[in-house]
């Protein structure tokens, strides 16, 4: 899958056929990489601040194709 910095991505794993078969074998979660917050108002801060971003992304792009379709 292509990376697009506009999608959240800090929640999950993308998932695939062979990561699955890996986490058969995988008894103690080394697969597994999160990126994880020392603090819990650190985790909000990042959060928030990521969907802000995603909404100024949003409009930005809203009003570009305004402009195209009524420009």
């Known amino acids: 899958m292509k990376y697009n910095k506009y999608y959240s991505t800090n ?3 993308y998932p ?3 990561k699955g078969m890996a ?3 995988d008894l103690f ?3 597994d990489a999160y990126q994880y917050s ?3 108002d650190e985790a909000d801060y990042r959060a928030l601040s990521h ?3 995603m909404t100024g992304y949003l ?3 809203a009003l570009k194709k305004y ?3 009524n420009g």
């Open 11 to 13: 929640l999950f794993n």
């Open 16 to 18: 695939s056929f062979s």
């Open 23 to 25: 986490r058969i074998w």
């Open 29 to 31: 979660g080394n697969l």
């Open 38 to 40: 020392k603090t819990d």
């Open 51 to 53: 969907d802000w971003q």
């Open 59 to 61: 409009i930005q792009n």
């Open 67 to 69: 402009e195209s379709v």
